[in-house]
C-alpha cells in the first residue's frame, strides 16, 4: 500500500537549515565535494519553469543514499572524476505539476529541447512521465559525471531529461566514448548498491532504499 506522509507542520528557520525528516540529509554534508545543477528549482527543464516545492537548490537524500553515493564519489575521485547531481528527493507536488503540465497538449513550449522526437500524450505510455516517483521516497537521484579539475561535464551521448530512446541506458548507436563513460558510472553505481533506470541513463535508486513505499511531502529548502 503507498502512503503519503505528510510533513506540512515543520517549521523551518530563515537563519538555518530546513529541519529535515528523520534519516534524511543535505547530501553536501555527506560528500561536501558533491557538485550539483539543480534544474527543477531553475527553469531550465522540460516544463520550461521553476518547479513547484523547489524552495532553495538544496540536494536532499535519506542518509542511507548518501552515504551509498560517496562511496562512489570517492572512487571516481581517485580517477579525476566526479559527481554533479540534477535532482535529488522530489516533493510530491512536483511530481503532480508533471502530471499535470503532461495532461495539457496545449503547452510544448520546451518540447524541441526536451521531447522533439515525441508526442506530448505518449510520455505516460513510454514511461517518462508517471503519478508517483522514487525520487519522492528519497532515495533516487539523477546525475552524471565532471572532472575534478576542470569541471567539464563528460559526454554522455544525450542531455539530461531528453525524453528519447537515445536516453536509455544500454542504447547502442553512440560513440564508444560515449557508451564507456555511461558504463563508468552504471558500474560504480551498481557496486555501491543502487540500480539503473532502463530508459533513463542519468536515473538511480538504492536497490534497498529505506522508505519503499512512502512518498513524502516536504519542500525542498
Known sequence: M???VSLSSFTFSQQALAQLPEDFVYAKEVIPNLRSDL??????NFI???IDGYIKPKCILTKKAAEALKK???ELGRLG???LIYDAYRPQKAVDQFVKWAEDPTDTIMKSKFYPNIDKKDLFTKEYIAKKSGHTRGSTVDLTIVSLTTGHILDMGSSYDLFDDKSATDYPNITRNQRA???LLKRRMEKHGFKSHPKEWWHYTLAKEPYPKKYFEFEVE
Open 48 to 50: 520550461g519553469k521553476p
Open 39 to 44: 534544474r527543477y528549482y531553475s527553469s531550465n
Open 181 to 183: 563513460v555511461r558504463l
Open 72 to 74: 562512489v564519489q570517492d
Open 81 to 83: 572524476f566526479g559527481l
Open 2 to 4: 503507498v502512503t503519503l
